[in-house]
């Protein structure tokens, strides 16, 4: 169960960061699937899978995405002294609805892309991303002796 939490969070992020990825590789920097690949060893077709993976999902994801950014603008504009409760309650619906799908899609995409990795790879994946944590949560640490330190002063 733990391995699949931390598997998501790698790939939350990296589809969240498929955007930047696009960019990253226009430039020639390698993206995210290459730093996978590397991290644990993928071979060129898990390659291919993952990216034809992120990029549907990423399609219909953004779609999404857009479409709930039109309904919050929209609520926005609502807010006003002659509101209207049943408009605002149906766009707080809609977003709901949307906001469900973008999690379901995310979550499908994960499970798709875990679906690739070979028990070995899943393995190290775990191994890796307790090693960021822990360095992630030793830098926390840092920050908060330092703004202790800021305060004392």
């Known amino acids: 169960m733990k391995l699949a939490k931390i598997l998501?969070?790698?790939l939350v992020a990296l589809s969240l960061s498929a955007p930047v990825m696009a960019q990253s590789a226009q430039g020639g920097q390698p993206d995210q699937v290459d730093q996978l690949a590397k991290m644990v060893g993928l071979s060129e077709d898990q390659q291919a899978d993952i990216r034809a993976i992120l990029d549907e999902m990423q399609t219909k994801i953004?779609?999404?995405?857009?479409?709930?950014?039109?309904?919050q603008q929209e609520m926005q504009s609502q807010i006003?002294?002659?509101?209207?409760?049943?408009?605002?309650r149906e766009?707080?619906?809609k977003l709901g609805?949307?906001?469900g799908e973008i999690a379901a899609l995310s979550t499908l995409m994960q499970a798709?892309?875990?679906?690739?990795f070979t028990q070995e790879q899943r393995d190290e994946l775990d191994k890796r991303m307790k090693?960021?944590?822990?360095?992630?949560?030793?830098?926390?640490?840092?920050?908060?002796q330092m703004q202790q330190q800021k305060k004392q002063q």
């Open 8 to 10: 998501g969070t790698a």
């Open 97 to 99: 609805d949307l906001t």
């Open 131 to 144: 090693q960021m944590q822990q360095q992630m949560q030793q830098q926390r640490q840092m920050q908060q």
């Open 91 to 93: 766009n707080a619906n």
């Open 112 to 116: 798709k892309v875990d679906g690739i």
């Open 80 to 88: 006003k002294a002659d509101y209207d409760e049943s408009a605002i």
């Open 62 to 71: 953004g779609e999404l995405r857009k479409e709930a950014r039109t309904i």
